[in-house]
């Protein structure tokens, strides 16, 4: 059984910065990678960013320049600054090692004035 606990977003105004947490634990064994995705209402879900074990990191063109995505052990996390409105979505961890593909319940993020 893998838990991954994603936690740190909120109501944010834009321009500002969140950072999201993600800790991932129990049976979970040589990672593979470690992603954030979010969902927008209405949208499809969307790779935002990913580390694989290496440590390379790839971005979604609407996020580069302004979110940073770094882990340590078995937890990865999200900076995200220079928000906006747009950026308002649920947020969700999926890291991949060597027995499956896992996914968080999601936290909230939201951009408004």
């Known amino acids: 059984q893998v838990q991954l606990v994603e936690s740190g977003g909120g109501l944010v105004q834009p321009g500002g910065s969140l950072r999201l947490s993600c800790a991932a634990s129990g049976s979970i064994f040589n990672i593979y990678s470690m992603d954030w995705y979010r969902q927008a209402p209405g949208k499809q879900r969307e790779l935002v960013a990913g580390?694989?074990?290496?440590?390379s990191t790839s971005y979604a063109d609407f996020v580069k320049g302004r979110f940073t995505i770094s882990r340590t052990g078995n937890r990865v996390y999200l900076q995200m600054n220079r928000l906006k409105v747009e950026d308002t979505a649920v947020f969700y961890c999926?890291?991949?090692?060597?027995?499956?593909?896992?996914w968080g319940q999601g936290t909230q993020v939201t951009v408004s004035s």
């Open positions: 999926n890291v991949r090692d060597l027995n499956g593909n896992y």
């Open positions: 580390i694989t074990s290496g440590g």
